[in-house]
């Protein structure tokens, strides 16, 4: 699987790649300039686990415990550092913009390294916006740039076997690890198959390998750690497969899967023409045209997206988030369609600018719709509350998946306390449970509101929901709970004792 250089596209300048690539940043950022709660919706329990760290170092006695070698770590440095530098208000979109400055810097970067087109770069960029990104799975999302690094390290010249290069190799290794314990196997398998496609000797392969070793002797102590403490918690472990047709359905919603309406399906149809003008147009000489090391990652991860299991461990999307990841390798391996009125590269940048600010009306309409009475709410819990929080409408009309479901995680975030379900349960984080904690009301009521019981009441000090009229009028009636604030979808209750 040599790498193609000889007739690759040409690369343009650096000036005018830096210049796009600092623009295609400012776009994408705007929606999340736009909302001060975006619909992410892990964010608020990653930014929890902040203050939650915090208590620990305060309290080394207390209930929490910092995890400090296990994996899923490396993001919480940068939350750290949010946290220590800027009101706690703005964290959640510093995060995000984080991650989108990362992943832009990752794709072009990895684009002008391989001297490929700025165009096939930036449409690769869309799909910065995918379902792992809505669902605020940000130790995964930092993970992929660190994957780039990794690329870059193991498509070197195979007989290569300096000291240097091992430590670079044991380097990145760490950062996978610290990114997301499935960076890190992700690394480990594709460093075996770069290495048998190229044609290694085994000897050169084992030596390379022998970089993941320091972390994965850790990871060997830490798995089954985690492994018993979320079955004991609860959580389901098993792996759970889907049919193979409801997975290739469901590739729209990997790619994307956050604004509901056209835009999204446009894109995802827009970046399935690219691919397929590419490869006609140019069927004479792709074997020539196509960077085969981008290729063969591109087919690394569709085979990961085919055969990993739907959920496991708890962690659902477990094959659909290697999706995006997946056709961003494609896009760069293929040289962009032969268009010359518009260019490629007019016609890419169009698409790219049109694209993140529909997305940002969607942003924009989703913070003043969908979290009226949230705010207010937020502000009228007094610090270290006790608060459990039911999201009884679980679906938006202008955003996909469920972006409510942690929101009630900010009352954590802003005022400290503790909450119906903490990020601290699932013992993969920075901080958790010293022992496991006794849940006395009625279990995942994060998920499922609408099975809370009026004896849940009396373990919280106040209720935060997210409900139509109707659930409202339900909630106010109950003799153990007196509404504090009295309008909008997201209300406020005091539990009476």
Same mark, same amino acid.
């Given at each position: 699987?040599?790498?193609?250089?000889?007739e690759?596209?040409?690369?343009p300048?650096r000036?005018?790649?830096l210049l796009?690539?600092?623009?295609?940043?400012?776009?994408a950022i705007?929606p999340i300039?736009l909302?001060?709660? #975006?619909?992410?919706? +892990?964010?608020?329990?990653?930014?929890?686990?902040?203050?939650?760290?915090?208590?620990?170092l305060a309290?080394?006695?207390?209930?929490?415990?910092?995890?400090w070698?296990?994996?899923?770590?490396?993001?919480?440095?940068?939350l750290?550092?949010f946290?220590?530098?800027?009101p706690v208000?703005?964290?959640?979109?510093?995060s995000l913009?984080?991650?989108?400055l990362?992943?832009?810097?990752?794709?072009h970067?990895?684009?002008?390294?391989?001297s490929r087109?700025?165009?096939?770069?930036?449409?690769a960029s869309?799909l910065?916006?995918?379902?792992?990104?809505?669902?605020?799975f940000?130790n995964?999302?930092?993970?992929f740039?660190?994957?780039i690094?990794?690329? *870059?390290?193991?498509t070197?010249?195979p007989?290569?076997?300096?000291w240097?290069?091992? *430590?670079a190799?044991a380097?990145?290794? *760490?950062?996978?690890y610290g990114s997301?314990a499935?960076?890190f196997?992700?690394?480990g398998?594709w460093?075996?198959?770069?290495?048998?496609?190229k044609?290694?000797?085994?000897?050169?392969?084992?030596?390379?390998?022998?970089?993941l070793?320091?972390c994965?002797?850790?990871?060997?102590?830490?798995?089954?750690h985690?492994?018993?403490?979320r079955?004991?918690a609860?959580f389901?472990?098993?792996?759970h497969?889907?049919?193979?047709?409801?997975r290739?359905?469901?590739?729209?919603?990997?790619?994307?899967?956050?604004v509901?309406g056209?835009?999204e399906?446009?894109?995802?149809?827009f970046i399935?023409?690219w691919?397929?003008?590419?490869i006609?147009?140019?069927?004479?000489?792709l074997? +020539?045209?196509?960077?085969?090391?981008?290729l063969?990652?591109?087919?690394?991860?569709?085979a990961?997206?085919i055969?990993?299991?739907?959920?496991?461990?708890?962690a659902?999307?477990?094959?659909s988030r290697w999706?995006?990841?997946?056709?961003i390798?494609l896009?760069?391996a293929l040289p962009?369609?032969?268009?010359?009125r518009p260019?490629?590269?007019?016609?890419?940048?169009?698409?790219?600018?049109?694209?993140?600010?529909?997305t940002a009306?969607?942003?924009?309409?989703?913070? $003043?719709?969908?979290?009226?009475?949230?705010?207010?709410?937020?502000?009228?819990?007094? +610090?270290?509350? $006790?608060?459990?929080?039911l +999201?009884?409408?679980?679906?938006?009309?202008l955003?996909?998946?469920?972006?409510f479901?942690q929101?009630f *995680?900010y009352?954590?975030?802003?005022?400290?306390?503790?909450?119906?379900?903490?990020f601290a349960?699932?013992y993969?984080?920075?901080?958790?449970?010293?022992?496991?904690?006794?849940?006395?009301?009625t279990?995942?009521?994060?998920?499922?509101?609408?099975?809370?019981k009026?004896?849940?009441?009396?373990?919280?000090?106040f209720?935060?929901a997210n409900g139509?009229?109707?659930d409202?009028k339900?909630?106010?009636a109950f003799?153990?709970?007196? #509404?504090?604030?009295p309008?909008g $979808?997201?209300?406020?209750y005091?539990v009476?004792?």
């Open positions: 699987m040599p790498g193609n250089t000889k690759a596209a040409p690369k300048e000036k005018e790649r796009v690539a600092a623009g295609l940043f400012v776009l705007v300039l909302a001060p709660f #975006p619909p992410a919706t +892990d964010l608020p329990q990653h930014i929890a686990q902040i203050r939650l760290f915090k208590e620990a309290d080394p006695g207390g209930p929490y415990v910092i995890q070698l296990a994996p899923n770590n490396l993001i919480y440095v940068f750290l550092a946290w220590t530098v800027l208000g703005l964290v959640a979109r510093a913009i984080l991650i989108v990362l992943w832009v810097a990752a794709i970067g990895l684009g002008a390294g391989r087109t700025l165009a096939t770069a930036t449409v869309l910065i916006f995918n379902q792992s990104f809505y669902w605020g940000l995964f999302l930092i993970g740039p660190a994957f690094l990794w690329f *870059a390290l193991t070197r010249d007989k290569r076997t300096s240097t290069l091992w *430590a190799l380097g990145t290794s *760490a950062l996978l997301h499935l960076w196997a992700a690394g398998a460093l075996v198959v770069i290495g048998l496609a044609k290694v000797p085994l000897r050169a392969i084992l030596w390379r390998l022998s970089a070793v320091p994965g002797l850790i990871a060997l102590l830490w798995y089954p985690l492994s018993a403490s079955a004991m609860g389901d472990t098993a792996p497969w889907s049919p193979l047709f409801d290739l359905a469901s590739f729209l919603d990997a790619a994307f899967g956050g509901r056209p835009v399906t446009i894109a995802f149809v399935l023409l691919a397929g003008l590419s006609w147009q140019n069927r004479a000489r074997r +020539d045209l196509v960077d085969r090391e981008l063969g990652a591109a087919f690394f991860f569709l990961v997206v055969v990993s299991p739907d959920k496991f461990m708890n659902i999307f477990f094959s999706f995006p990841v997946a056709m390798f896009l760069l962009p369609p032969a268009l010359h260019s490629h590269k007019t016609i890419a940048l169009a698409f790219a600018a049109t694209f993140f600010l529909v009306r969607g942003w924009y309409l989703y913070d $003043r719709v969908d979290l009226g009475g949230f705010r207010e709410s937020l502000e009228r819990i007094p +610090d270290s509350s $006790r608060v459990l929080g +999201d009884l409408v679980k679906e938006s009309e955003i996909k998946g469920r972006p479901l929101l *995680a009352a954590q975030v802003f005022k400290g306390g503790e909450l119906n379900f903490s349960e699932h993969s984080g920075l901080v958790a449970y010293r022992t496991s904690r006794t849940v006395l009301w279990p995942g009521l994060e998920w499922y509101g609408e099975k809370v009026r004896a849940d009441f009396a373990f919280f000090d209720v935060l139509e009229d109707k409202h339900i909630l106010s003799a153990e709970l007196s #509404p504090v604030t309008a $979808r997201w209300r406020l005091r009476r004792r």
